[in-house]
Structures are given as C-alpha cells and as structure tokens.
C-alpha cells in the first residue's frame, strides 16, 4: 500500500485522485489532504480518508472544518495558511505527494515537499514553469522522482521508457483546441465567460478551461516539456486533435513515432503517476478504436491562438520571463472570469506585461526573484487591464 499525500485536495485533480483511493483502497492510503477555501469539502473528506494531517489555505475556514470533524475520535493534526499547506506537504511517511494545487500558489509546498525526501506526481504546470531554476536543482540535490500526472506529459514519459538516452528528436503536444476551436476568429470578440467554459471534450477547473479556449494551456505545456524533458523549444510541436484520443507523441532519432491513445479521462495519467512504476488493473471504460472511426490533426491557428507566440516567447528568453508570463496569465484569466475584460484582452495584457518585463528579466532567477516577479506581474495586468478599460471607454 502506497502512501500519498494530496495538495489541491477539493479540486479538480484532488476529487479524482481521491475517487482513485476509493476505488483501490488496498493500493493507496492517504496521510495528509490540503485544501484552498473549500473547508465543507475538506472536511468531508477528512471523514472518509481520515489523514493524520490536514491544512486549509483560507484561514478564515479552519472554524469551519474544525466544527465540522469536531466529533471524529481520531481527528488529524489541523492547519491553516501557507505554511499549514507546506507542513502537510512534507509531514510524515507519504511517498508520493500529488500536487493538485492550481497555480503558483502550489511552487513552495512543492518545494517543501522535495525538500522533504517525497517523490512529485505533478499536475501543477507552474512547479516548473515559474520555478524550474529553482525546483530542478532540488530535485536532483535530493534525489526524488518527478512524475508527470497532466494527460500530455505522462502522454510522453510513457512513450520514453526504454527510449536510450539521445533517442528522442521531438515531442509532439496535442491540443483539443478548446471551446472555440471551430468558430471563426471574427467571432471571437463576442464570447462570453460561459461560452469559453464549454469545453468540447474534458472536465476541468475554470481556469484551466480558459486556458484550453485560449491555448495558453498548451503553451505552458511547452514550457514543461523543455524541463522535463530536456528537449529544445524548436523541436517541441503543437498540433490540433479534436478527438483528444491521442494524448501527445514522441518522435525518435530514426523517424518512428510513438503515441500514448487513451479516452478523455484524466483518471488514467493520475492514477500512473501515484502507482509509478506499476500498471495498476482497472475496470475504467476501454478504448474501441473502431468506434472512434478517425482520428485527425491540424495546424493550430496562430491569430485565433495568439498565447502560443507569447508562450515560445517566454519560454526562449528564459530566467524570470516564464514566471511573469504565467502569472499575467492567472491574473487575466481571473479578469476574464469576473467579466472585467474581454477575451481577447487577455493575450494582450500578457504581451504588454512581458514586455515590460524584459529589460529587468533576471537569468539566473533565485526562488525570492520568482516570487517577486510573480507579484509584480499580476500588479502590472491590473494597471494593463484599467488602461484598456479605459481607453475602450
């Protein structure tokens, strides 16, 4: 039985990890859960997995969660806040940590989570696309695995087992193309929030839906990929696949390609990344590649997708660049969310706020610069976005 700890617990990958260690409770048990705000959530899940220790970020919900278990005989050690979240993090004999937590807020209890020794499974792209000057080094000073847990990146970690070591020539990212693939890029202007919420294919969180619409998604992906797998931004490709059956491919240096096929069920590269390296058997609905009847590709868009350019962009300059694009990004998408900017506001306040940083990116970024980078970043899409609300009126 594999112990494991959950950030991110409440959310999207947290709920589906637990729906795992219900469903294998011989394979898995938990040993710390830590939530955002949701403390009804957590609390109930306090009740049914019973972890020794638990955290919620909020610290204005911890009288919630604490009511909530108060009669449990056994309740676990109680936290709250950032450091609550790190200490669960790192606490006890848990050998994998899944990190679950959505956006930057997830880098320093991952960070102490190496730092404790825990092996990473990684549904958190802003681990390495802020802070890979800084989590790559640790993870190699303390020796512990990284274990991709998005569909695209285990995609591709298990097309490379038993690949030698300078097989690989380029990795292919496939791309659903998101809610508005098929609409003409004259309508976009028009699109509401629930509009670009409509994902044609996945069920996801809210934000990473709008990240798939605009297909930043797909670009942070890029930026992964170059750390986790040591590959060059020219040989990392995007293509669109409407059926998302196939997760994302790898070609090698003699020109075969391999592909890892799966339904849409991000179940699958969760459920890898905690039992890593076993094949765990599942009774999960199979692929029937004849009922799929075609499987089709195409060139993604660049006017349509303009956060791909700005992605590649960012990724190429390197040092803080990544860190300040990623959270322009968070902070826009939340605008979006809000209703306070437009669809296509959000590429253009991300251009105006990486452009303006590139006179102070720092190369070789300490976690104290990526942190503040990320701060300044999201001040600067709220002064952005109030000078195009402004000029707009």
């Not at 009511?67 to 005989?73: G, K, M, R, S, T």
């Not at 549904?123 to 695995?145: C, D, H, M, R, S």
């Not at 070609?251 to 890892?260: G, H």
Request: glycine content about 8%; hydrophobic content about 45%.
């Amino acid at each position: 039985m594999k112990a494991i700890t959950l950030l991110g617990s409440t959310g999207s990958i947290g709920t589906q990890t637990l729906d795992i260690v219900s469903e294998y409770p011989d394979r898995f048990r938990v040993v710390g859960l830590a939530a955002g705000r949701n403390g009804d959530m957590l609390a109930q899940q306090i009740r049914q997995f019973r972890p020794q220790i638990a955290a919620i970020c909020d610290e204005t919900q911890l009288p919630v969660v604490q009511a909530a278990i108060a009669d449990l005989d056994q309740p676990p050690i109680l936290l709250a806040g950032e450091e609550g979240v790190a200490e669960v993090a790192r606490y006890g004999d848990s050998e994998v940590v899944v990190t679950g937590i959505v956006g930057c807020a997830g880098l320093l209890p991952t960070i102490a989570a190496i730092e404790a020794g825990k092996n990473i499974a990684l549904a958190n792209k802003e681990t390495l696309i802020a802070g890979a000057p800084v989590v790559l080094p640790l993870i190699e000073q303390y020796g512990v695995k990284l274990l991709p847990a998005d569909s695209e990146h285990s995609a591709i970690f298990q097309c490379l087992q038993g690949v030698p070591a300078g097989g690989l020539r380029r990795v292919l990212l496939t791309a659903s193309g998101g809610a508005f693939r098929d609409l003409p890029v004259e309508k976009l202007p028009t699109v509401t929030v629930a509009d670009a919420l409509k994902h044609p294919n996945w069920s996801m969180g809210r934000k990473i839906t709008i990240d798939s619409a605009t297909l930043m998604n797909k670009g942070l992906e890029v930026i992964e990929a170059h750390f986790l797998f040591g590959v060059d931004y020219d040989h990392i490709e995007i293509v669109i696949h409407p059926q998302s059956i196939i997760h994302s491919l790898i070609e090698l240096e003699d020109t075969s390609v391999l592909a890892q096929l799966g339904l849409p069920d991000m179940r699958l590269p969760i459920l890898y990344a905690m039992a890593y390296p076993d094949r765990i058997p599942t009774e999960w609905p199979r692929l029937n590649l004849v009922e799929c009847a075609q499987l089709t590709f195409r060139e993604p868009d660049h006017q349509k997708y303009p956060c791909m350019r700005l992605a590649y962009a960012a990724g190429r300059a390197g040092g803080s660049m990544p860190a300040v694009l990623n959270a322009a990004n968070e902070q826009a998408v939340e605008l979006f969310l809000n209703e306070q900017i437009g669809f296509l506001d959000i590429p253009r306040v991300i251009e105006t706020v990486c452009d303006r940083h590139q006179a102070d990116n720092h190369v070789q970024p300490t976690l104290q610069d990526i942190i503040a980078a990320d701060q300044w970043a999201r001040q600067q899409v709220l002064t952005a976005s109030q000078s195009l609300t402004t000029m707009i009126a």
